[in-house]
């Protein structure tokens, strides 16, 4: 075979082999499309499973003032949840000390702060109280819709694309990062990898407020197998603390952020 010959079969080899590197590329690409959307649906099927649902968890909310500068309020917390219909959320921040107490009868929001508590009959799951809380009365309950036993339809309505973006570590333990657009919001999620697909953060991106601002929530200490005790859902106002209107001024006590902040993040 002279030089010409085998130089040209050289190339065609070479090509050859190019090409294929090339498709199995996109094979692999296209495979991976799916990834984000199963991922997301091991997660929320895997929590929704779970009657008992203890976690501790730290939060920020981002919000820009009128000058453009961003600002970030942190607070610290713990949820504890027993399916179908109780839910506890206490949380701590720089101005602000409260207390969610749902019994699947009564919802009760005390103030530690305010000195002060709120109670609506509402009966019904957990899943009705998060949907009436936040479509009803516009209140923002950052976070809870990953609680809900439909989470994925929630979480997925307005996404217009996702990606999985690869691996994190989140407090040491190893998650997917997965990132989701969608018209007015963005959101990252890090799943724990392996077989407790838990959120261990969570990340809201509000586009439609000036500056972008974030909400982002770390999640950890997950407890799937530890049933809480009944009182843990009681809630007994303690002494000396007034009952106020579900509409009075004193709900501002109960926010994350100090009364006349701009709005931040959240979803």
């Known amino acids: 075979m002279n030089k010409s010959r085998q130089a040209n079969n050289n190339a065609k080899h070479l090509a050859g082999m190019a090409l294929a590197a090339a498709f ?7 495979a991976r499309a799916d990834d984000p959307a199963k991922l997301l649906k091991a997660m929320t099927d895997y929590t929704a499973a779970q009657k ?13 003032t009128p000058e453009l500068e961003k600002i970030q309020f942190t607070s610290s917390g713990k949820l504890q949840l027993s399916r179908p219909d109780k839910l506890r959320i206490s949380r701590t921040g720089g101005y602000t000390d409260v207390d969610f107490i749902y019994d699947g009868k009564t919802a009760s929001i005390y103030g530690n702060n305010a000195k002060a508590y709120i109670q609506a009959d509402l009966v019904g799951t957990v899943d009705q109280l998060i949907d009436l809380i936040q479509t009803k009365s516009g209140a923002a309950m950052p976070g809870t819709d990953l609680l809900l036993t439909n989470a994925y339809d929630e979480l997925m309505s307005n996404v217009v694309q996702a990606q999985h973006i690869g691996q994190g570590m989140i407090d040491g ?4 990062h997965l990132a989701f657009r969608g018209v007015d919001t963005d959101w990252q999620i890090w799943i724990e990898s392996g077989a407790r697909p838990l959120p261990r953060k969570y990340v809201i991106t509000s586009k439609a407020v ?19 005790d009944a009182d843990t859902f009681v809630f007994k106002p303690p002494a000396g603390v007034a009952k106020v209107d579900l509409n009075s001024g004193a709900m ?6 100090p009364p006349g902040t701009p709005s931040g993040a959240k979803k």
Do not use: M, N
């Open 210 to 228: 000036t500056g972008a601002p974030q909400y982002t929530l770390r999640i950890r200490d997950w407890k799937t197998d530890v049933v809480a």
């Open 173 to 176: 333990v190893e998650c997917e």
């Open 52 to 64: 008992s649902i203890s976690a501790t968890f730290d939060s920020d909310v981002e919000v820009v």
């Open 252 to 257: 501002a006590e109960f926010d994350e952020i």
């Open 24 to 30: 199995i590329a996109f094979t692999t690409q296209l």
